[in-house]
């Protein structure tokens, strides 16, 4: 289970009342209209996490064997940072899912942010991390080998093993978000919230389009698998 006390989120995202009080008025904060934004954003986000990570929790551990489902919820309260979310895992393999205060700030609804953690918690669920490992891997040797074959020098077959190491590790990286939107879709709308209304804010990030080798595929792709996948939940 998470593990991400109301009192600690409250602290990174300005002060914030208790969740079973009702938000507060500008004239009874005390405050700029800002912290009354932040108060609800910090009410929404741990309202999203204690719906969420459960049901994330329950989906890894019917669609693995042997993986660690204890999801953590870490935020960074850096306010510099531009809006940011990603999934990794500790030392110990527990899995990580991260959100800075720019991503709590900027999502305009619970069905954003719902989308968003299921998206990064499906990219555990489907071992993605691991999965780019081995592709980077793959691409060093192959790259290294054909330099080394070719009579390069070892500097030249050091710069060829890392940029295999970066073409491999992009290699899938496109199915990989594409998969991770598709199962993310499942988690968020199986935790009651819209994931179509969700994933709208790819229409507020810049489109990577279809670059060779580009880390994120197209937004219109995202949007479309989001939609296929809720369209087919909805029809069960």
Same mark, same amino acid.
């Given at each position: 289970?998470?593990?991400?006390?109301?009192?600690?989120?409250? +602290?990174?995202?300005?002060?914030?009342?208790?969740?079973?009080?009702?938000?507060?008025?500008?004239?009874?904060?005390?405050?700029?209209?800002?912290?009354?934004?932040?108060?609800?954003?910090?009410?929404?986000?741990?309202?999203?996490?204690?719906?969420?990570?459960?049901?994330?929790?329950? !989906?890894?551990?019917?669609?693995?064997? #042997?993986?660690?489902?204890?999801?953590?919820?870490?935020?960074?309260?850096? +306010?510099?940072?531009?809006?940011?979310?990603?999934?990794?895992?500790?030392?110990?393999?527990?899995?990580?899912? +991260?959100?800075?205060?720019?991503?709590?700030?900027?999502?305009?609804? *619970?069905?954003?942010?719902?989308?968003?953690?299921?998206?990064? +918690?499906?990219?555990?669920?489907?071992?993605?991390?691991?999965?780019?490992?081995?592709? *980077?891997?793959?691409?060093?040797?192959?790259?290294?080998?054909?330099?080394?074959?070719?009579?390069?020098?070892? !500097?030249?077959? %050091?710069?060829?093993?890392?940029?295999? *190491?970066?073409?491999?590790?992009?290699?899938?990286?496109?199915?990989?978000?594409? !998969?991770?939107?598709?199962? #993310?879709?499942?988690?968020?709308?199986?935790?009651?919230?819209?994931?179509?209304?969700?994933?709208?804010?790819?229409? %507020?990030?810049?489109?990577?389009?279809?670059?060779?080798?580009?880390?994120?595929?197209?937004?219109?792709?995202?949007?479309?698998?989001?939609?296929?996948?809720?369209? *087919?939940?909805?029809?069960?």
């Amino acid at each position: 289970m998470y593990r991400l006390p109301l009192i600690i989120v409250c +602290a990174l995202l300005s002060a914030c009342a208790p969740m079973s009080l009702p938000t507060p008025a500008p004239s009874l904060v005390g405050g700029s209209e800002a912290q009354v934004r932040a108060n609800q954003a910090a009410r929404q986000f741990v309202e999203v996490v204690e719906t969420v990570e459960p049901l994330a929790e329950r !989906e890894c551990r019917k669609r693995t064997s #042997g993986l660690n489902c204890d999801f953590q919820i870490v935020v960074d309260d850096r +306010a510099d940072l531009a809006p940011n979310a990603f999934q990794t895992v500790d030392r110990y393999g527990r899995p990580i899912l +991260a959100f800075n205060i720019g991503m709590i700030n900027s999502v305009r609804n *619970a069905d954003e942010l719902a989308f968003v953690m299921g998206h990064e +918690a499906a990219h555990h669920i489907l071992d993605h991390l691991a999965k780019t490992r081995e592709s *980077a891997t793959i691409g060093a040797v192959v790259f290294a080998g054909i330099a080394a074959i070719s009579g390069a020098e070892a !500097e030249a077959v %050091r710069n060829a093993e890392q940029l295999g *190491a970066a073409v491999g590790a992009r290699t899938y990286s496109k199915e990989f978000e594409l !998969e991770a939107d598709q199962l #993310g879709t499942i988690i968020a709308y199986r935790a009651g919230y819209d994931p179509v209304n969700g994933a709208k804010f790819f229409a %507020r990030i810049p489109d990577p389009g279809n670059r060779f080798l580009g880390s994120h595929p197209p937004n219109a792709a995202r949007m479309q698998i989001v939609r296929d996948t809720a369209a *087919a939940l909805a029809g069960q």
